[in-house]
């Protein structure tokens, strides 16, 4: 192959190399300064694939999003899976599933993901999380107007309930008020969101290559986490998720993984579930506040839901309870998300060369892509490209509706249509498995908080929030600073 590939070198151009002033960081100060506009300059020079040296590692970014196509047809020649699990193990410092000891087994346990989250069984994990927010809401206790951040307002409710969704709730025997063991659970659960914190606000530094034993706080956070996660605590909550159920019952299986390297695998999941899910749904709320139309609309159609399903908006008598279909019709909230996640999201793509090999654009071009180089792709330039999305840093609620209140998948570029046009969940073999969870607990979480509470933000005039790019390439990105909510209890959360 290497003789192929001299050949190939020699008749084609490898795409053009940004090796930056600085050796061995190579561009990745002017990179994370913003990596939107760095991009986006570099594209306008060279075209639409280049290579940028970053950190060491040589990155092909493709820019243009209908070669992303022929991203993902090179399954053969590009890896997804060495660079994730690479990272995740230097992150979460669990096993090295790569090593030939470990990669027989795991090539069992990746399926899990799109059999426990996707499909039938996504009903149960929808029903458990309906009961887990009310469940948090129910206890508020105020009819009168109380001011919290917004964002300490989505993380408090939707963690907790995301958490206990997937890792089942302890055992209110075992716990103060009954046995007297430990901290009753939401106090706990309060812990575990300051430690999930305290580990992600430390992932650039980690991505971009700092030990996590050289950031203390981020190590104990992390640890402090894992504790939680053990086997034999686990094994005692109730309803757990069969996503987690069957990873127990998998990594039980592993004879070469102690228990603590066991909890560490489950920390993936819980970040995975959580960092991206926390913002999105921080941004979802934040523009729809901001705006009398969406708010109009999605209460309009959060009170038609619940009618359909045998509410009563005004009078509510037990939990609201709404099927997967009912969420999935949800589509004015369906929009809110999407565009919210538009404006958000700045994931990045990576595959490893497996082989030289020669890409082909969809233009046409040639490119030699050497063994070990990553191939990158960097959707926020499509999610912020004006011929497909006309004002692009507006947030308009019915972007992603058509004329008839349909779901809008035709746009263009070029006067072309594109086939990718959305990717905050990635796309080809790493897409998200967990996106439509993800989608239908944001549904649900603002179709409850539509329900309960009056919200308004406490200073409407104030200019929009800004995201912080200090984090982009790991998907959703945070508001640069929180921003004061205004809420009050609507009315009691009803129980069975
Ligand atoms: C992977 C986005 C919520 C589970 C990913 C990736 C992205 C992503 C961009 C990586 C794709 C790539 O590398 O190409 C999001 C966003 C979410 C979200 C934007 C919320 C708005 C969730 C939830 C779960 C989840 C709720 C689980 C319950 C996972 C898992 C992976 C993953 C397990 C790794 C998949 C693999 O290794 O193949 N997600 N995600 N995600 N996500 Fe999500």
Redesign the pocket.
Known sequence: SSLLYMTSVLLLDEPPLMNGWIPFLGVALEYGKNPLEFLRSIQREYGDIFTCKIAGKYFTFVTDPFSYSAVFRQGRNLD??KF??GF?RKVFGHADFNAPMYSGSYRDI?PI?RQT?QGPVLQQ?ISTMMENIQMVIRRDDSFNWVTEGLQRFVDRIMFEA?YLT?FGKEDEALVSGGGGRGAPQWLSMRQAMEDFHAFDKALPEMAAGLPIHLHLKAFRAREALAQKLHHRRLKRNKCL?A?VERRIQAFDKMEELDEHGKARTHL??LW??????L???FWSLYYMLRSPDAMRAAQAEVDRVLRESGHTPENLDKPVVLSKDQLDGMLVLGSI?EEA?RLS?A????RVANEHFTFTLDSGKMVAIRKGDHIAMFPQMMHMDPEIYENPTEFKFDRFLDENGQRKTDFYKNGRKLRHFL?????????????F???N??KQFLTLTLCYYDMELQDPAMPPLTTDCTRAGL??LPPKQDISLRYRLRRWVPTH
Do not use: D, K
């Open positions: 997804f899976q994730a699990l995740s990746h993901f989250l994990l995301g997937l998720s996503l993936c999941i995975a579930s959580q960092a991206n899910t913002p999105a749904t998300i996640l999201s994931s990045i793509m990576i990717m905050p969940f990635g796309s080809g073999v790493s897409e998200c498995p967990g996106r969870f993800a989608i607990e944001i998907g959703i």
